[in-house]
């Protein structure tokens, strides 16, 4: 018995063995081919880990701040929208008291600025209408294929739940501490470092026309959207009737921190309320749990063990 398996354990590892030299040899004469192309390691993307930002939103208690919302909803209305679509976003979503909180006059004021594709009709055309708060937000382009004609081939992801899609991987120790301060944010912190990382690509780094280097991207060293934020470019709505000392910064900084929130609130409109009722569900365990352990004390104490 003994020999049997001592057999077939050498067996396992001498062709371990082979493969492996065999492999090695593969690799040599690639890496001939190539003329020192594996010289250069392997680049992993993101090239630089995502900026932290304390989000009014992070931990379990926090919440959404309702001016923040608004001007994020602006800077997405007057940058992003001519590019990405929010297809799951409807217009009365934008008075929600955890949300924007836009008045309901606002939102049927705003929601009549835009004109919405309806149809068919009796004779079965499509016909233009003015929005009604029960619309969605109106996507840029008619398809898929026209936004990716105008956009050099590369197709603008919907922002409706893109904060809660995109996340880089924090690796260890952190995911276990992450665990205990519910950590959320690296979606948000990803888009972000996104919208206020491009800048000039490093000696030595070619980013084909149409593409813009950009460190924090996760799928390579360049992307097809080019910058979208500068300096002064929203002028916030908020900024317009009160106090100038109370003014928002109009700055790239202010627009990625507001957009990127407002983000976030449309991938989870409910945030709000899940953590103040998994906070009141936590407290109800403890004191449940409390009695439960008094009873079986109770119970079992005039019982001989
Ligand atoms: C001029 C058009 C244009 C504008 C304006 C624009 N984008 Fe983009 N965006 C793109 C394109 C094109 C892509 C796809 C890039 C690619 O895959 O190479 C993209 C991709 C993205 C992505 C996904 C990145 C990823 O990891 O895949 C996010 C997030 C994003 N844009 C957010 C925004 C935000 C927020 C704004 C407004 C501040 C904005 N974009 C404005 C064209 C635009």
Redesign the pocket.
């Known amino acids: 018995m003994k020999t049997i398996i001592g057999r077939t354990a050498a067996a396992a590892l001498l062709s371990l063995a082979l493969a492996s030299a065999a492999g090695a040899q593969e690799q040599g004469a690639g890496g001939g081919n190539a003329g020192g192309e594996h010289e250069t390691a392997t680049v992993h993307y993101p090239i630089e880990h995502p900026k932290h930002v304390d989000w009014t939103f992070a931990g379990p208690f926090g919440s959404f701040d309702p001016a923040q919302l608004q001007r994020g909803f602006q800077?997405?209305r007057e940058?992003?929208s001519?590019?990405?679509s929010m297809n799951m976003v409807a217009f009365r979503t934008l008075a929600s008291t955890a949300g924007p909180h836009f008045s309901a006059d606002a939102v049927k004021a705003l929601a009549a600025e835009y004109q919405i594709n309806d149809g068919p009709d009796a004779n079965g055309d499509m016909f233009q209408r003015p929005g009604t708060p029960a619309d969605h937000l109106p996507p840029p382009y008619p398809n898929e294929q026209a936004s990716r004609a105008a956009?050099g081939g590369?197709?603008?992801?919907d922002?409706s739940l893109?904060a809660k899609a995109?996340t880089v991987e924090r690796g260890f120790p952190a995911f276990v501490f992450d665990m205990f301060t519910l950590y959320q944010e690296a979606g948000p912190n990803y888009?972000y470092s996104?919208?206020t990382g491009y800048r000039d690509p490093p000696a030595g780094v070619e980013v084909r026309p149409g593409q813009y280097y950009n460190p924090y991207?996760?799928?390579g060293p360049a992307?097809?959207?080019?910058p979208?934020?500068s300096d002064g470019q929203v002028t916030f709505a908020q900024n317009q009737d009160e106090d100038p000392a109370n003014d928002v910064p109009e700055t790239v900084d202010q627009?990625a921190k507001d957009?990127v929130s407002f983000?976030m609130w449309a991938a989870e409109p409910h945030m709000v309320e899940r953590k103040s009722m998994g906070f009141a569900v936590m407290v109800f365990l403890i004191v449940f749990g409390a009695l439960v352990y008094y009873t079986k004390r109770k119970v079992w104490a005039t019982i001989e063990h």
């Open positions: 800077v997405y940058v992003c001519a590019c990405h956009n590369a197709y603008p992801p922002l893109i995109r888009i996104l919208l991207f996760v799928s992307l097809a959207m080019p979208p934020l627009y957009v983000l």
